[in-house]
Nanobody
Framework: VQLVESGGGLVQAGGSLRLSCAAS????????MTWFRQAPGKEREFVAA???????YFTDSVKGRFTITSDNAKNVVYLQMNSLTPEDTAVYYC???????????????????WGQGTQVTVSS
């Protein structure tokens, strides 16, 4: 499975961005698509996930501001980010896994496929 992110950029606080993750290859083997982010000097952290059944999960800090959707026909997952703050500044990564379970979906080590990342910078 190959993953390619796009849509990052520079935005002012309070603004919005939409990230896209295009998947190719054996996408039918993946159980969920997930977004992580990593700020400078910090560990990679879970942001949001969408499972094949449509269930979505978010980290607490983005609930109510971010939404995650998937277009299964196009094999694309979107992360709509609203009301952005400087604390959202990070490199955002798309990840997929074929052996995921809900109890471990927040762990980067549970994923076997990663995109190259896209930078999101929120200015104050």
């Amino acid at each position: 499975v190959q993953l390619v992110e796009s849509g990052g950029g520079l935005v002012q606080a309070g603004g919005s961005l939409r990230l896209s993750c295009a998947a190719s290859g054996r996408t039918s083997s993946t159980r969920a698509m997930t977004w992580f982010r990593q700020a400078p000097g910090k560990e990679r952290e879970f942001v949001a996930a969408v499972w094949r059944g449509g269930y979505t999960y978010f980290t607490d800090s983005v609930k109510g501001r971010f939404t995650i959707t998937s277009d299964n026909a196009k094999n694309v997952v979107y992360l709509q980010m609203n009301s952005l703050t400087p604390e959202d500044t990070a490199v955002y990564y798309c990840a997929a896994g074929s052996s995921l379970i809900i109890s471990t979906m927040r762990e980067p080590t549970a994923y076997g496929y990663w995109g190259q990342g896209t930078q999101v910078t929120v200015s104050s």
